[in-house]
């Protein structure tokens, strides 16, 4: 939802064991940079330290994950703690932040004061004193509540490039012969509509490769979008700009870079925007300040320029001679079961202009970043740099949320699958409607893969080829099989499941894929 909207995200969830399940989730939003305010319920403040039900130490859970972390403890605090709290999600690098609230500032007064207060006045002086001590805890936990505050969001602090650095910047990139551009996830931040980023991106002109969030930018077929080859076009380029891309091992941790190259590196974050500078990669200009605001300013100071239109060509011809390999290696015939990348393609061509693509898996979505093409831009979303597996039916529920119009695909492996096919009751339950393809190779191939070749043995790595389809029935959605013995009607499965997912109906297709290695084109069961 932060994502896709612009704004936070917000996740409440319960004590204890509910916040320990957001873990993981909150350190991949963390990670992918996302705005995301996470509400946490406590025991009574009353009973902190006294050992009530799930009364863990919260805090020291969410503080290395989280940028701003509180517990309310009055409940006049919760509105300018709330208040903060959203603008640190916001500002700098965007990223969760935790707000807890324990039970006994959530409730009214009366309700509190009735759990509290002995029913019948204390004679003992030891009673009187506990209930002289709640007393006050009572008037100390409401007081001030009723009293006016200020409402609305706080100003938020976004780091911007001086005028000076884009100045230098535009005069290195004006002098480039062989420039090139790396959009990363940051890019599409806020405050930059993502259609003013594509209207510079286009008018600068320089080919870019796009990453993250950043796919599907350009839309489906934009010439200067180039899909392939990235490293070796970046060992020619003569100016790199890393416009929110980051030198970790997505990009081999800068050795990919060519080191007589001049790079223009711009991040909001500084650790992010000098990692590994120290080791594989020096850059020109090092801009820590918003990717997006950056760029439009670029583009005004290189208003008229024109490039090598040689450089660009041989890029285009790169990639059409890759994309044609790849066709090649989807027509090959699998003994058993079918080609993953034959069923890819086929997705490709059945996408409509309105999806949007959710992609949880390692192999199969690995070959899919490859084939299947996001529609427009903040159409793909994937985990980001923590490759978190299980984020799909989240990720699909909060997608088709946001964008209730568009048709909202979900690519699984079968491995990740299991971690969230059962959000199709959720799905069913709110009617929500999304599609979901399953490439099921009975197997964690990702790891098989370099584990069988090392040890000589497949241990853990092996599945079955489960019936995920008749899951997704029994929680009340539709399901198909797609396998060799209906191959020939394949795309008409994906027709009906449109069919389905247009008349408010979740759609699961279980694919039984063969296994392969999209690096080097073999193909086996």
């Known amino acids: 939802v932060a994502r896709l909207s612009g704004t936070v995200g917000v996740a409440a969830v319960t004590a204890g064991p509910g916040l320990t399940n957001t873990v993981t989730a909150v350190k991949n939003a963390q990670m992918a940079q996302s705005p995301v305010l996470l509400l946490g319920g406590a025991a009574s403040s009353l009973l902190k330290g006294r050992g009530p039900l799930q009364g863990i130490d919260q805090m020291a859970l969410f503080r290395p994950l989280c940028k701003f972390c509180a517990s309310v403890r009055r409940v006049r605090d919760i509105i300018p703690t ?8 916001q500002s700098g690098t965007p990223g969760p932040v935790f707000v807890e609230l324990p039970i006994d500032v959530l409730y009214p007064y009366f309700l509190v004061q009735r759990e509290l207060m002995p029913s019948k006045a204390p004679q003992s002086l030891m009673g009187k004193l506990v209930s002289w001590y709640l007393q006050n805890h009572l008037a100390n936990l409401f007081a001030g509540a009723w009293e006016p505050q200020p409402e609305g969001p706080l100003p938020l602090n976004i780091p911007q490039a001086s005028s000076q650095q884009v100045q230098r910047c535009v005069e290195l990139v004006s002098r480039a012969k062989k420039p090139l551009l790396l959009l990363g996830s940051q890019a599409l931040l806020p405050p930059t509509p993502a259609e003013s980023l594509r209207a510079a991106v286009e008018s600068l002109g320089i080919p870019c490769f796009l990453g993250g969030m950043a796919r599907g930018l350009l839309g489906q077929d934009s010439p200067l979008h180039i899909r392939q080859n990235r490293r070796d076009a970046l060992k020619e380029a003569d100016v790199v700009i890393l416009a929110g891309a980051v030198c970790d091992f997505r990009l081999s941790y800068g050795r990919i870079l060519n080191r007589s190259s001049k790079i223009i590196a711009i991040n909001r974050d500084r650790e992010q925007l000098l990692l590994n500078s120290d080791l594989f990669w020096k850059p020109q200009e090092a801009v820590q300040g918003d990717v997006g605001s950056f760029l439009l300013r670029l583009v005004e ?165 489960t019936d995920y389809h008749v899951v997704a029935k029994g929680l009340g959605s539709q399901g198909f099989l797609l396998s060799r013995e209906n191959e020939e009607n394949a795309a008409e499965v994906l027709h009906t499941a449109q069919q389905w997912c247009r008349k408010g109906q979740p759609v699961l297709i279980n694919v039984l894929i063969g296994k392969s290695d999209f690096r080097d084109g073999s193909i086996s069961m």
Do not use: M
């Open 301 to 465: 100071g290189l208003q008229g320029q024109t490039w090598n239109q040689d450089w660009i060509e041989q890029l285009q011809e790169a990639d059409r001679k890759k994309e044609q390999a790849n066709r090649e290696k989807a027509s090959v015939p699998t003994t058993h079961h079918l080609n993953p990348l034959w069923v890819l393609e086929l997705v490709e061509k059945t996408l409509p202009d309105n999806s949007v693509l959710v992609v949880d898996g390692g192999d199969f979505v690995g070959s899919a970043a490859y084939l299947v093409r996001p529609r427009g831009p903040l159409c793909w979303l994937d985990p980001g740099a923590f490759g978190t597996l299980g984020v799909g039916g989240g990720f699909a529920l909060g997608a088709k949320l946001c964008r209730p119009d568009a048709e909202v695909w979900v690519l699984f492996g079968d491995g990740a699958v299991g971690y969230s096919i059962i959000e199709f009751d959720t799905f069913v339950r709110h009617k929500i409607p999304v599609i979901a393809v399953v490439g099921n190779d009975a197997c964690w191939t990702q790891i098989s893969r370099e584990q069988v070749p090392i040890f000589g043995s497949n241990v853990a790595c092996g599945l079955t080829y």
């Open 82 to 89: 709330l208040r903060a709290a959203l603008a640190a999600a």
